[in-house]
């Protein structure tokens, strides 16, 4: 029987990982498509990695450029996060990268735009921990690859005593790791986890090919299963999207070129990750309503409450969003607003649409339809968005 929608009220969220591809060589997305995407999932803040395809975001002036692209294209509130590079070693350009960023981002395995073979260790970029935490407290995001975790968290958390946050993880074991390094050991460590890794396994590559294919992994059924028992139980602090518009025809020459997936540097095409920034919170909606353990507390908690924390903003009472419950699924008829145009969750129940958004008084959402734009890109620890 149908019923008119309850509405909910929300802080509004933020995504602490995303990859926009602007500027660069991807021509699906930029910061209009991929912003606009993210309202619509309820997201009002969204943080942009360095790892760009062909505009590694690794000095001063890549930051200001993406700044500019922010204030002209955004629908919301941006951070940008500073990279490393070994090759040109921009150790000297972290002082100014920290005055203009969120953060900084280590890359210590195989990735889009770090396609490496090289066997990398945390140690090998102590000279860019070290300088990062002279020149400010912003956290040191950490995507692990092969890398022993204990190592990670030794260096940067307990040497330096500097806030780490390890990005997107798939292996519960390593969870429990940095969740009794935050307890027990009392250091400053977070963890986040992905809504394709709690939804999605490692059996998922047999019938979508490089749609299914992540860096890290999809994880085996029974390691999802702990991932989302973990959630619950406060062990993973964050949820973050991992974002990534690859277009179709990336995705096509992958799975056409490298059906195998071969993770190898000057190897065969690889294509890893997926959309997610606009059905993330649909998705966890609904494991609201399916999952008796998992609460609108403990994802305002890990989308909203803990990402402002870790990237230093404060949500004003002005800000916020607006949400149905009403059940729907994720068919040919979702609008994507993604410059993919495309969903990889095609099938899957989601609950609540956004039908209002303000952002610090101004309205960007109203009656489900977006009618304006609040772009800010945020600097500075403490800053209002």
């Known amino acids: 029987m149908n019923r008119a929608p309850n509405i909910r009220k929300y802080p509004g969220f933020i995504d602490i990982h995303d990859h926009f591809r602007w500027p660069g060589n ?49 629908f919301h509130a941006m951070g940008f996060y500073a990279g490393v590079d070994r ?36 140690a090998d970029y102590e000279p860019w921990i070290a300088e990062w935490h002279r020149v400010t407290d912003k956290p040191i995001m950490v995507h692990l690859g092969e890398t022993d975790i204990d190592e990670v968290i030794w260096l940067v958390a307990k040497k330096y005593d500097h806030n780490l946050h390890i990005c997107h993880m798939n292996d ?50 029974v390691d999802a299963e702990k991932l989302m028992d973990q959630l619950t139980k406060g062990k993973i602090d964050v949820i ?21 997936g071969v993770q190898e540097e000057g190897g065969p095409p690889t294509c890893n990750g997926v959309p997610g920034v606009q059905e993330t919170l649909g998705l966890l909606l609904n494991q609201v309503r399916v999952n008796k353990d998992l609460t609108e507390e403990i994802i305002i908690d890990a989308y909203s409450t803990i990402p402002a924390r870790l990237m230093g903003v404060k949500i004003s009472p002005k800000t916020y969003i607006k949400v149905t419950d009403e059940l729907y699924l994720i068919d040919e008829d979702y609008e994507v607003a993604s410059g993919t145009g495309r969903s990889v969750y095609m099938g899957c129940w ?36």
Request: with cysteine; aromatic share 4%; hydrophobic share 35%.
């Open 172 to 221: 519960p074991r390593q969870v429990d790791r940095a969740y009794r390094a935050r307890v027990r050991g009392e250091l400053p460590v977070t963890n986040g986890v992905c809504m394709h890794h709690l939804l999605k396994t490692s059996h998922s590559v047999v019938s979508e090919g490089s749609n299914a294919r992540m860096m890290p992994k999809l994880a085996p059924q």
């Open 240 to 260: 973050e999207t991992d974002h990534a518009p690859h277009p179709f025809a990336k995705k096509y020459e992958a799975e056409l070129l490298n059906p195998h």
């Open 87 to 122: 090759q040109k070693e921009n150790v000297g350009q972290l002082e100014m990268m920290a005055r203009m960023s969120v953060g900084m981002k280590l890359y210590l395995g195989f990735t889009t735009g770090h396609e490496t073979s090289e066997k990398l260790r945390v």
């Open 26 to 74: 991807n021509p699906s997305e930029d910061f209009n498509s991929g912003t606009l995407a993210a309202i619509k999932g309820g997201v009002i803040m969204t943080n942009d990695m360095p790892n760009t395809p062909g505009w590694p975001t690794v000095n001063a002036a890549d930051l200001y450029t993406k700044h500019e692209g922010a204030f002209a294209q955004a």
């Open 350 to 385: 989601a609950v609540g649409k956004v039908v209002e958004m303000q952002k610090l008084g101004k309205t960007i959402i109203a009656d489900g339809k977006v009618v304006g734009r609040a772009p800010q890109v945020v600097t500075s620890r403490g800053e209002v968005i």
